[in-house]
């Protein structure tokens, strides 16, 4: 069913992106009486259509193919437990190229050709910037997995909601005092130079500032970069940490010469995962990242202390004890960032079904009730943790987790509070009319 990327090869399916994943409830292993309806009689027996946003191709394709599995893998329990309102849930898929202009294009697709219900799934932060816009036009639902702070910012629209998975500002004042406190106070940044990174120039030197360390210098590489040591020379002799967030095709590289420029003698390290997504860190040339540490969203690698939501969530998606594909220990996850697929899949199947919702008459009240959310309990919709969220900014918060880089694998040795993490709404969506 899929190509030797790890995508769903459609073309060798007889079936059509618009009913790719229809039906996915089949797998569920579930034992049935013959004549057996799985979904309940709903006043619509349609399914409920969800747009996908993929990254299959571009910078983001590593993410893409893993959003997609996650993706699979949350429509199939959904549909099992009886999809949404007694609905069977269809996913239709579009490649957005990770790219802005594009990705506007695949919107405006979804809601005049596809007639999807809503649109889910854009992770890279300028594709969602230059999406958002087509998604308040059309007045479609815009559920994206992105990190970035521009939803939070209420820059965008009333459309678009991150119920998922953090913004990148609650991250970094989440991981300040831990980073000033344990890693070090001179603090040089290496960054992507597209939207992404911008929220970390922007947001890291405040939070930094105010536990007592400096931010000595910003340096930023554009995520198709393919050779970064010329870049390294930027940094201070007096650099104490080297906080380090790069995307993109070559970050196995980027990691590689930064160990070739600093032999055995180095600062600290504290990097995002990004820098190492879909990447295996026991990959030649990557032995200095011994006792390094990385923020990571949802853990990499199996915990001593997981819990049995997140052991179920891991088997669902197909993922070992080291984050790779089960029976394929060199095609590396995005565990870091793909949980927020399954959990925003849950957040869109609670919100509908608290708004009655029956098809695209109802999405400004779609809107009101994702709005009107406020917790999301721990447990098998929110297997990476508890979550708070702010219907007025349209952003959830919660836990992240700092993992320390020991004996070739990752091992979780802090996690923050949600409060830890609370910023005041700067503005108020909520006003904007549907």
């Known amino acids: 069913m899929t190509d030797k990327n790890g995508f769903f090869d459609l073309s060798k399916t007889g079936l059509t992106r618009r009913t790719a994943l229809k039906g996915l409830a089949a797998g569920a292993g579930l034992a049935v009486a013959p004549g057996f309806v799985r979904y309940s009689q709903a006043q619509s027996s349609a ?10 191709t571009g910078i983001g394709a590593a993410y893409g193919r893993w959003y997609e599995k996650t993706t699979a893998a949350a429509i199939k329990a959904i549909n099992a437990a009886g999809g949404i309102n007694g609905r069977p849930v269809e996913v239709v ?6 790219d802005p202009a594009r990705g506007a294009e695949v919107v405006a697709k979804f809601a005049t050709q596809h007639k999807t219900d809503i649109v889910f799934g854009t ?3 300028h594709v969602v910037i230059g999406s958002a816009p087509a998604a308040g ?12 702070h521009h939803v939070a910012s209420t820059k965008l629209n009333r459309y678009v909601f991150q119920p998922g998975i953090t913004d ?8 300040a005092p831990w980073i000033s406190a344990n890693v070090g106070k001179k603090v040089t940044m ?4 597209f939207a992404f990174g911008y929220d970390h120039r922007d947001y890291l030197p405040p939070a930094l500032k105010a536990q007592g360390a400096d931010v000595i210098a910003q340096i930023a590489i554009p995520p198709t970069e393919s050779s970064f040591t010329k870049y390294f020379p930027q940094i201070p002799a007096e650099t104490e940490v080297i906080y380090h967030v ?3 095709p070559a970050v196995l590289t980027f990691v590689k010469e930064l160990g070739e420029f600093y032999g055995s003698s180095r600062p600290q390290l504290f990097g995002f995962i990004d820098s190492l997504e879909a990447t295996d860190i026991n990959s030649p040339g990557l032995e200095f990242l011994d006792g390094s540490h990385f923020w990571e969203g949802s853990p990499r690698y199996a915990q001593p202390d997981d819990s049995a939501a997140q052991k179920a969530y891991r088997a669902a998606v197909g993922i070992d004890d080291n984050g790779a594909a089960v029976g394929d220990p060199k095609d590396v996850s995005t565990a870091a960032h793909m949980f927020g697929c399954w959990e925003t899949l849950y957040v869109v199947k609670k919100a509908m079904e608290d708004a009655g919702y029956k098809g695209p008459e109802d999405r400004a009240k779609l809107v009101e009730a994702t ?3 406020t917790a999301f309990a721990e447990g098998p919709e929110h297997p990476q943790g508890a979550k708070t969220f702010n219907g007025k900014i349209h952003q959830c918060f919660g836990i992240q987790n700092i993992s320390k880089v020991e004996g070739g694998k990752l091992k979780v040795v802090h996690k923050t509070k949600i409060e830890d993490g609370l910023y005041e709404a700067e503005g108020d969506y909520t006003t904007q009319a549907l």
Do not use: C, N, W
Not at 168 to 175: A, D, E, L, T, W
């Open 123 to 125: 992770l890279f932060s």
């Open 168 to 175: 990148v500002k609650s991250q970094i004042q989440s991981m």
């Open 47 to 56: 399914p409920v259509k969800i747009g996908f946003q993929s990254h299959r």
């Open 371 to 373: 709005e009107a959310l």
């Open 137 to 148: 036009e059309a007045k479609i639902p815009y559920f994206v997995v992105s990190e970035g």
């Open 190 to 193: 290496i960054y992507p130079d």
């Open 246 to 248: 790069m995307v993109g």
């Open 93 to 98: 898929i579009e490649d957005d190229g990770t």
